[in-house]
């Protein structure tokens, strides 16, 4: 059911390239600026607080580990 319920919906979009690359791009930008701002913070805590937090480091490995499996998820789909 769950199918033809979303073909009716969304059977009249058509997605080119240009939103797949759109949303790549974007996706793509979003990580960067994560990891900037993650990196920044940990860089932060070891120069003035001089202690290294487990958590914002558990939190850039999770963000990296996110895009390394959608890339192999969009591999495998497409």
Not at 10 to 37: C, I, K, N, P, Q
Request: avoid cysteine.
């Amino acid at each position: 059911m769950l199918p033809e319920m979303m073909a009716a919906l969304f059977g009249d979009l058509e997605v080119d390239e240009r939103f797949r690359m759109h949303r790549y791009y974007s996706s793509r930008f979003a990580l960067a600026v994560g990891l900037v701002l993650i990196l920044g913070w940990v860089a932060r805590d070891l120069i003035v607080v001089d202690q290294l937090r487990s958590d914002l480091l558990i939190i850039g490995g999770a963000m990296g580990a996110a895009k390394l499996i959608a890339m192999a998820y969009y591999r495998i789909a497409h």
